[in-house]
């Protein structure tokens, strides 16, 4: 399978799983992790306010979430190439007024 095709396929099988309200949109990326193929899975999010937000929580418990829900299928469908994910904040968005 040509990189564009596993892109295109990794990209449909994210699209398939609601995502949490917090993230903006994701890229998938390919590459090598110890010499093995892998994938990121890059979630973009919402800035966080400055401080302990009383959302921290259920930020993390989405992220979780997520990850347990993408994985499974994106192993079953790509059995060479293991999935990674990052979460990181939107930089294409202006931060969150605290």
Known sequence: MKYSEIIDTAREIVSRHKLPDFVTRFEVRLGEFDGDPAMWIEFKTLPEPPGRSPDFERRVD?????????????????????????????????????
């Open 62 to 98: 989405g992220i979780g979430a997520l990850k347990k829900s993408v994985q499974p299928d994106l192993l079953e469908a790509f059995e060479d190439r293991f999935p990674y994910f990052r979460f990181e904040t939107d930089r294409d968005l202006k931060p969150v007024e605290g």
